[in-house]
C-alpha cells in the first residue's frame, strides 16, 4: 500500500509494522470496504475477539431495547471500549484499538436508518428514496461522515476536561430546574461513553506500563498525561488525536473529518513548547509526527482524512508557521497521499511555502489541494457566518468547508444534472426503472425551438430537486434517532452547554446538496442546441431513437455530437453562459432557504464517485456519451470537452461564481509533465494557480501525467506501485483503480497537449 | 499589411519563452532545415493536411468541397491533393479531426482579443505572447503593428526568429519586443548551407546588430546529430563575445514531425538519427565553459 520512501526518522522495520496494523499488507486490500481489515494480531490476554465481542452486544441489545437509543449506542460503544484487544507495541508511538470494524452497526445505525426510511416510505406513499438511486438520478443519505470535533475542546481540556464540562452543566441545569429528560438522556448517554475513554485509556496505560521496551514507557506517560487531563506534550495531543479518530470513526460511526483546525494549527503550541522545554528534539518531533500521518495512510480508505495547512487569520498574518513547513516536508520524505493536505491559499501564502507544495505537486504529490481562502470567506459569510468564523473555515470534506464547534451536516444528498435530459427525452419517465419520476414536460419531438427543449430541462430538473427535498425534510427530522453523537457532542461547547445532541440542533445542522454531472449536462445541452436547431443536423426524433438505442446505428451522428463546438471547459461564451444559469439555477434553490432544524441548506459543485455511479445508470446522452459511461465530475468539464488547454478551462470554470457553491466547488487540472520541465515549471505551475484563484476558483486539484506513461502504467503496475492519482475528493494509487476509472484517466491525458 | 497568414495560435504556450505564453505561428520560411518539425510553417501560401490514420471516412467532408477533392469508393475516404485548392472548408466538417487547415488569414483586431483573454496568466506566470512561424518577420509590418498593440495593452512580447530576415524587418520589431528566442544552427557558413539551404552571413550580423542595440536574446539551438553537432564549440565561442545572451537553450532533434510531411503532401527531409541524453549534456556542457547560461 505505502510507498517505500527512505525516511532517515523512522526506521523500515517501524514504518512496516504500521502499514500491518489495519490491515495485512501480503493480502489483497479493498480501499472502499470500510474498515473490514485486520493486520497483526494483538495480545490474546487484553480482550475479546471480535466475535466474541458481537456476540455480546446482540446480548446487550436485547437487554437494552427499551431503553431510549442514546443510551442504547453508548452503551454499545462502551462494551466495545470495554472488551476490545489493545496494543502498545515497540514499533509504535500510538496505542492499537482491535475492534474497529464499527461493530455496534448491526444493533443501532442499520436498524434505525432501516426503519426511518421505512417510516418515512409509508408516511409518504412513496419509495423516492430508493427509486432515485436505481435511476442513476440522485441520492439521499443522512450524514454521519463529515463531522469536524471542536479540537480546541479537546485539546484545551483533553478527555478527563470535557467529562467536567459535561458534569458541571448538568448540575446546572438540574440545580435550575431546567433540566428536561432528553437532556438527562443526552447527559447519561454522553457520561456513559466519556467514562468509557477513561477505562479504555486506563486499560491502554497499565498495559503499555507492563511493557519492557523504551517506546512503551513515553506511550505510558502520553496515557498517562490524557488520563490527568489536558494534553501536555505534541505526543499528548497526536495520542489523543488518533484515539479521537479511532473510537468517533471506527466505533462510534462517526467519521471524522479535519485532523486540527489545521494540524500546523492545533499542534503547533506543543511543537513549540515541546522544543523551548527541551522535551523533545526536532528529529524526534518528527518522527513522533511521521509516525502520526503513517497511521492514516496504512489504513488506507479511500475518502481519505483531509487537514487544512496554513490560512490567513482574521488579524490578516497567515497561520503558515514553522510546522507548516515540517509537515510538507515529512509528508514530501514518506510519499504520502492520505491523510490529504489542504493548503488555504491567499495573498498572505508564504511564496517560499507555496513553492515547496506546488514542488511537490510536480513531483507527483497529487494529493495536495490548493484551496482560495478568500472564496471560503465569502460563500462562508452569505451563509450567516461572521468574519472570524469564516478565517477559521475547518474542512468538513473532500473540499467542503465548515464553520468550527458550530455546525454539523445532517445529510448529503446528490443530483445528477445530466440525468434530467433523459427524463426530458421520455416526458419524465425513467426509461430504466420505468417510473414517473420527473414531470411532464410534453412530447419532446414537438418542441419546436431550443428554449422549449431547454425550459423542458430546467423543470425536470427542478422536479427532481423538489421531489428529494421532500424526502430530505423528513428524514432529517428523525436524523439523531438514527445514530446520537454522543462523543462529538461532548467536544463541542454549545451541544454541552444545552446538553442537546449536536444533530438535534446542538449544533447548526447543515443540509448538503452535491451536483454531479455538471460539464456533462452543460454539453447534453448545447449538443441538442448545435445538433438540432443551430445545424440542423438531425431533429429531436431521431436524436431520441439514437439515444434510446444508445447510438447503434447513429455513429456519424455521434461524431457530430463530440464535434460540437460549444462545450464547458473550453471557454466557449455560449457553453460557459448556460453553465453559469446551471450553477445559479441550482444555487437558488436553496439560497437562503433553511431545513427543518432551520441550519443552512448548501450547495456544493462536488460528485465524490457519483460521477462513477450515476454515469453507470445514466441511459446515452445528446452530447455523445453512451449508456453507463461517466458523467463529468466536480465542477469539471467532461472528458475531452477541455480540448483548449488550460487556460481556457480555467476562464470556463471560473465565468462560474464559485462562491455561490456555499460549501465548496473543485476543479480537477491535468497537466502534461513537460509543461512543467525546468526551472521555469514551478512559474507556470504558480501562474495556473494564482490565476485561478484570482479570477474566483474555489479548490483546485493537479494530476501531471503523459497518456503515455498512464497506459504504461496499466500495462506494468509492478513498475508503478508508487504512482497516485487524484481521482475526486480524495487521491489513490493508480494501482488501486479499476479498469474503466484507468481508461477514463488515460482518455483525459490523451487530450492533454505536451 | 492588414492581415496575416498563419498556421496555428497555441495557449499555454510553456516552450516559447518564460511563463505561460500564447504563441502565433506565421506561415512561410527563408530556410529549409533538414529538420524542421514544422513543416505545415514553411510555405507561404495556405494547405490542407489530411492524416488518414484519422480519417473514419464519415463523408462529412464531401458535400463542404466545392472542387471534388474528397471522394468515397467503396465505403472508404479518398483524398485528391491535385484537385484541393486549399480554401480550408471541409476542415471544419471533419468529424474525425482527420483533416486541419494551415494558412488561416487573419487581421489585427481579429488576434488582439484572443490574444489578451490569457493576460492574467501572463502576469501570474512571467508570461506573455511570442510570435514564431515559419519566420513571422517575413510579415513584419503586421508583426511590428500587432507587438506595438501588444505593448500598448502591457503584455510582455518575444520573437523567435530564425535571423535570415532584412535588418529592415528587423528594425520593425525590435522598439516593440522583449526579448528575441534566435535560433541558431551553425557557425560555418558551409554547414549552414548544408544544413538550411542558406548562408548565415546575415543570421550571424542580424544577431551581432541585436545584441549591440541591447536587446534580450535567448538562444536556441537544435541539435541534430550529423548536421551541427560538431558546431557547438564554434558557436559557444561566437556567443560568448556578446553580451546580451540571456540563455541559451539545446533543443534536442526530434523526429515527431514526420506524420505531418505525411499528412501536407510533402517529402519528408527529416534526419534518421536522434541525439542521446549524453550528446545533449556534453553540448550543454560545451556551452556552459563558454560562461554561457543554459
Not at chain 1, 132 to 141: M, T, V
Not at chain 1, 147 to 169: I, N
Not at chain 1, 439 to 446: A, F, I, L, R
Not at chain 1, 665 to 671: E, F, I, Q
Amino acid at each position: 500500500m505505502m510507498i517505500k520512501h527512505p525516511f532517515p526518522h523512522l526506521s523500515q522495520v517501524d514504518r512496516e509494522w504500521i502499514e500491518n496494523k489495519y490491515h495485512k499488507v501480503d493480502e489483497e486490500f479493498d480501499p472502499f470496504r470500510r474498515m473490514a481489515y485486520h493486520g497483526y494480531e494483538y495480545d490474546a490476554a487484553t480482550g475479546m475477539t471480535d466475535e466474541e465481542i458481537n456476540h455480546g452486544l446482540a446480548t446487550l441489545a436485547n437487554e437494552l431495547r427499551d431503553q431510549p437509543r442514546p443510551l442504547i449506542k453508548a452503551s454499545m460503544v462502551a462494551y466495545v471500549l470495554d472488551h476490545t484487544r489493545i496494543d502498545v507495541n515497540a514499533h509504535d508511538d500510538f496505542v492499537g484499538i482491535y475492534s474497529w470494524g464499527r461493530l455496534i452497526d448491526p444493533y443501532t445505525v442499520d436498524p434505525w436508518y432501516q426503519e426511518i426510511r421505512e417510516s418515512v416510505a409509508a408516511e409518504l406513499g412513496n419509495r423516492y428514496y430508493t427509486e432515485l438511486e436505481e435511476a442513476g438520478l440522485g441520492w439521499i443519505r443522512l450524514d454521519f461522515d463529515h463531522a469536524v470535533p471542536d479540537w480546541d475542546s479537546l485539546a484545551a481540556l483533553g478527555f478527563p476536561g470535557l467529562l467536567a464540562r459535561l458534569e458541571a452543566s448538568y448540575r446546572a441545569k438540574k440545580e435550575s430546574g431546567t433540566l428536561t429528560e432528553k437532556q438527562e438522556i443526552f447527559y447519561q448517554a454522553t457520561h456513559l461513553e466519556y467514562e468509557a475513554i477513561l477505562r479504555l485509556l486506563s486499560r491502554m496505560h497499565r498495559y503499555a506500563s507492563r511493557q519492557p521496551f523504551a517506546r512503551a514507557g513515553r506511550v505510558a506517560q502520553s496515557l498517562a498525561n490524557l488520563l490527568a487531563g489536558a494534553p501536555q506534550t505534541t505526543h499528548d495531543m497526536l495520542q489523543l488525536m488518533y484515539l479521537y479518530f479511532m473510537i468517533s470513526e471506527c466505533v462510534g460511526h462517526y467519521q471524522v473529518r479535519s485532523l486540527g483546525y489545521g494540524l500546523d494549527g492545533t499542534l503547533y503550541p506543543f511543537f513549540k513548547r515541546d522544543l523551548e522545554n527541551g522535551r523533545a528534539t526536532r528529529e524526534e518531533l518528527t518522527a513522533l509526527i511521521a509516525c502520526f500521518l503513517l497511521q492514516f495512510s496504512a489504513m488506507g480508505n479511500y475518502w481519505g482524512q483531509p487537514f487544512y495547512l496554513g490560512g490567513t487569520g482574521a488579524d490578516g498574518r497567515t497561520k503558515v508557521n514553522e510546522l507548516s513547513h515540517l509537515i510538507l516536508q515529512i509528508y514530501d520524505a514518506l510519499g504520502l497521499y492520505n491523510p490529504k493536505i489542504q493548503i488555504k491559499v491567499s495573498k498572505t501564502t508564504p511564496r517560499d511555502f507555496l513553492n515547496k507544495a506546488l514542488a511537490m505537486v510536480k513531483g507527483g504529490s497529487t494529493s495536495i489541494v490548493f484551496c482560495n481562502e478568500e472564496v471560503i470567506v465569502k460563500a462562508m459569510m452569505s451563509g450567516g457566518a461572521t468574519y472570524e468564523e469564516a478565517c477559521d473555515a475547518v474542512v468538513k470534506g473532500c473540499y467542503e468547508y465548515a464553520v468550527k464547534a458550530d455546525s454539523i451536516p445532517i445529510s448529503y444528498n446528490m443530483i445528477n444534472a445530466l440525468k434530467p435530459i433523459v427524463l426530458v427525452f421520455h416526458n419524465g419517465r425513467d426509461p430504466r426503472t420505468g417510473l414517473m419520476l420527473g414531470c411532464e414536460t410534453g412530447d419532446v419531438t414537438s418542441f419546436i425551438d431550443f428554449a422549449q427543449f431547454y425550459n423542458a430541462y430546467r423543470a425536470q430538473l427542478a422536479c427532481v430537486i423538489d421531489k428529494t427535498m421532500v424526502w430530505v425534510e423528513r428524514l432529517e427530522r428523525h436524523v439523531h434517532e438514527v445514530n446520537p453523537a454522543l462523543f462529538y457532542s461532548g467536544t463541542v461547547p454549545r451541544c454541552v452547554e444545552s446538553l442537546t445532541d449536536a444533530m438535534d440542533g446542538g449544533v447548526h445542522n447543515v443540509t448538503d446538496m452535491w451536483f454531479s454531472g455538471f460539464g456533462s449536462a452543460v454539453d447534453a445541452l448545447m449538443a441538442v442546441y448545435e445538433l438540432v436547431f443551430e445545424k440542423g443536423v438531425t431533429t429531436l426524433a431521431a436524436l431520441k431513437e439514437a439515444l434510446d438505442r444508445n447510438w447503434e446505428g447513429y455513429e456519424p451522428l455521434r461524431l457530430r455530437a463530440l464535434a460540437c463546438r460549444h462545450k464547458y471547459g473550453r471557454g466557449d461564451s455560449m457553453a460557459d453562459a448556460y453553465a453559469c444559469a446551471l450553477h445559479r439555477f441550482f444555487s437558488s434553490r436553496f439560497a437562503g432557504k433553511k431545513n427543518c432544524h432551520g441550519g443552512n441548506i448548501e450547495y456544493e459543485l462536488h460528485s465524490a464517485r457519483a460521477y462513477l455511479a450515476m454515469g453507470d445508470a445514466t441511459e446515452a446522452t445528446p452530447d455523445g456519451r453512451r449508456t453507463g459511461e461517466e458523467t463529468s465530475k466536480n465542477a469539471s468539464p467532461s472528458n475531452g470537452a477541455d480540448s483548449a488547454g488550460v487556460t481556457a478551462l480555467i476562464r470556463s470554470a471560473t465565468s462560474l461564481d464559485l462562491s455561490l457553491a456555499d460549501s465548496g466547488a473543485c476543479l480537477d487540472c491535468m497537466l502534461h509533465p513537460s509543461a512543467l520541465q525546468g526551472e521555469g515549471g514551478l512559474d507556470v505551475l504558480y501562474g495556473v494557480l494564482r490565476t485561478y484563484h484570482d479570477r474566483g476558483g474555489a479548490s483546485i486539484h493537479f494530476n501531471i501525467f503523459s497518456a503515455d506513461m498512464l497506459r504504461d502504467a496499466q500495462q506494468h503496475p509492478e513498475k508503478y506501485q508508487a504512482l497516485q492519482v487524484r481521482v475526486c475528493g480524495w487521491n489513490v494509487l493508480w494501482n488501486n483503480l479499476e479498469k474503466r476509472e484507468q481508461d477514463a484517466f488515460i482518455k483525459r491525458a490523451e487530450g492533454i497537449a505536451p | 499589411m492588414k492581415t496575416a497568414t498563419i498556421f496555428e495560435i497555441k495557449r499555454f504556450a510553456v516552450h516559447d519563452g518564460d511563463g505561460i505564453r500564447t504563441t502565433v505561428f506565421f506561415k512561410g520560411c527563408p530556410l529549409r532545415c533538414r529538420w524542421c518539425h514544422n513543416p505545415e510553417g514553411i510555405g507561404r501560401e495556405a494547405q490542407l493536411a489530411f492524416y488518414a490514420h484519422k480519417c473514419i471516412s464519415c463523408g462529412e467532408c464531401l458535400p463542404a468541397c466545392e472542387n471534388g477533392a474528397h471522394g468515397m469508393q467503396e465505403g472508404m475516404h479518398v483524398f485528391d491533393r491535385g484537385a484541393c485548392v486549399a480554401c480550408g472548408a471541409c476542415a471544419d466538417h471533419c468529424l474525425g479531426n482527420a483533416l486541419t487547415f494551415f494558412g488561416k488569414t487573419v487581421t489585427i483586431s481579429e488576434l488582439m482579443p484572443l490574444l489578451l483573454e490569457d493576460t492574467d496568466f501572463y502576469h501570474t506566470s512571467g508570461g506573455g505572447v511570442t510570435l514564431s512561424g515559419g519566420e513571422c518577420l517575413i510579415q513584419a509590418d503586421f508583426c511590428a503593428a500587432l507587438l506595438r498593440e501588444l505593448k500598448h495593452e502591457g503584455i510582455h512580447t518575444a520573437v523567435d526568429t530564425c535571423g535570415f530576415v532584412s535588418r529592415t524587418a528587423l528594425n520593425k520589431v525590435i522598439p516593440y519586443t522583449d526579448i528575441f528566442l534566435y535560433d541558431l544552427k551553425a557557425y560555418d557558413e558551409d554547414v549552414h548551407i548544408a544544413c538550411t539551404g542558406q548562408s548565415n552571413k546575415i543570421i550571424l550580423e542580424n544577431l551581432t546588430y541585436l545584441d549591440a542595440c541591447g536587446k534580450q536574446i535567448e538562444i536556441r539551438i537544435p541539435y541534430v546529430p550529423g548536421y551541427n553537432a560538431d558546431q557547438m564549440e564554434k558557436m559557444a565561442t561566437f556567443l560568448a563575445s556578446l553580451q546580451q545572451i540571456s540563455r541559451v537553450r539545446v533543443l534536442p532533434y526530434h523526429n515527431y514531425a514526420g506524420s505531418k510531411y505525411e499528412a501536407l503532401g510533402m517529402q519528408s527531409t527529416l534526419p534518421a538519427d536522434l541525439p542521446t541524453d549524453e550528446e545533449i549534456r556534453a553540448a550543454e556542457e560545451c556551452l556552459r565553459a563558454h560562461g554561457l547560461r543554459v
